[in-house]
């Protein structure tokens, strides 16, 4: 009796300590493998020395067969936990910690053109779009003011101040004096506009590597 | 003799499910929380086993059983989930 209340106190001690090491690596370590490979082992070894130390406790037969049970099911499927944890870790992209010194499941290539391409899809499509945006969303707004209403006035005003540097967007200008051929002119408006951004365009270049 | 012992191994298990609960509360990603929560059905298997232990009652030992089942369960199904996620 009380060489088995020894060995039980013995088992039931080392294994609390190691499920607190495996809480303490828990808390402690830097990265998720880490943490993971500590609770796995430590924990799997202190459940194991714990369910030791209640077996020399409940010395029943049914007992001891469902401690093995507990003690089989828990070794069998704590390295497949960590596993399966392991490989969603690292298919969702996480980079091991700085220190980490080998990797040696070199899935950062495979998962780089995946985390690359998306990156690179995504950053074409928004500079496709900021690319279209400039040429094609802005000629709309340059007519939209030649429209007779409110063109007119400008009209007059690029008449009244011919200080404007704007002097190349006058074919804009003249589109509202015309009745019937306005629609054409609009039309052409935009191509005109086009042209003066290109030549604005073109003509930032040279001017930009005069300055410096 | 056994009482005094069981009472450290209580205290010590407590102690590792505080830990194991604030790396839950604090991980900083999805898969911390896994981790958190796979080891948290562990200790909660070991305080149980040791409370048998203590006690002496051995149907304890079946909820012990089921949590580990229960918890190898959980914790396949979830990583898996986040899988399918990073995978779309």
């Given at each position: 009796m009380i060489l088995s209340e020894i060995l039980t106190a013995f088992f039931l001690l080392v294994g609390a300590i190691l499920a607190l090491l495996a809480a303490v690596g828990m808390v402690r370590l830097p990265d998720t493998f880490l943490r993971m490979q500590a609770s796995a082992k430590a924990s799997t070894l202190g459940l194991a020395c714990?369910?030791?130390?209640?077996?020399f406790q409940l010395t029943d037969v049914?007992?001891?067969?469902?401690?093995?049970?507990i003690a089989a099911f828990v070794?069998?499927?704590?390295?497949?936990?960590?596993?399966?944890?392991?490989?969603?870790?690292?298919?969702?992209?996480t980079r091991l910690w700085s220190g980490s010194v080998l990797n040696e499941y070199e899935y950062e290539p495979a998962s780089a053109p995946e985390r690359a391409s998306s990156p690179h899809s995504a950053g074409s499509e928004s500079t496709d779009s900021e690319s279209s945006a400039p040429g094609s969303l802005h000629p709309p707004p340059a007519p939209r003011p030649s429209s007779p209403p409110s063109a007119a006035p400008d009209a007059r005003k690029d008449a009244g101040s011919p200080q404007e540097p704007t002097s190349k967007t006058d074919p804009a200008p003249p589109a509202p004096e015309g009745g019937p051929p306005s629609s054409q002119r609009s039309a052409l408006a935009p191509a005109l506009a086009e042209e003066?951004?290109?030549?604005?365009?073109?003509?930032?270049?040279?001017?930009?590597?005069?300055?410096? | 003799m056994l009482n005094v012992v069981m009472k450290i191994v209580l205290?010590?298990?407590?102690?590792?499910l505080l830990l194991s609960f604030s790396r839950l509360i604090r991980g900083p990603k999805l898969q911390d929380?896994?981790?958190?929560?796979?080891?948290?059905?562990v200790l909660t298997v070991g305080v149980i086993v040791a409370a048998a232990a203590g006690t002496g009652q051995q149907f304890l030992l079946d909820a012990a059983s089921v949590i580990v089942l229960v918890g190898f369960l959980g914790t396949v199904a979830y990583s898996w989930y986040v899988e399918k996620e990073s995978q779309q």
């Open positions: 714990l369910l030791v130390g209640a077996a049914s007992s001891i067969i469902r401690l093995g049970a070794m069998l499927t704590a390295p497949l936990s960590a596993h399966v944890v392991a490989r969603a870790t690292l298919r969702r992209g003066s951004l290109e030549e604005t365009a073109t003509s930032d270049p040279p001017s930009a590597p005069e300055r410096p | 205290v010590l298990l407590g102690v590792a929380r896994i981790v958190a929560v796979d080891l948290i059905a």
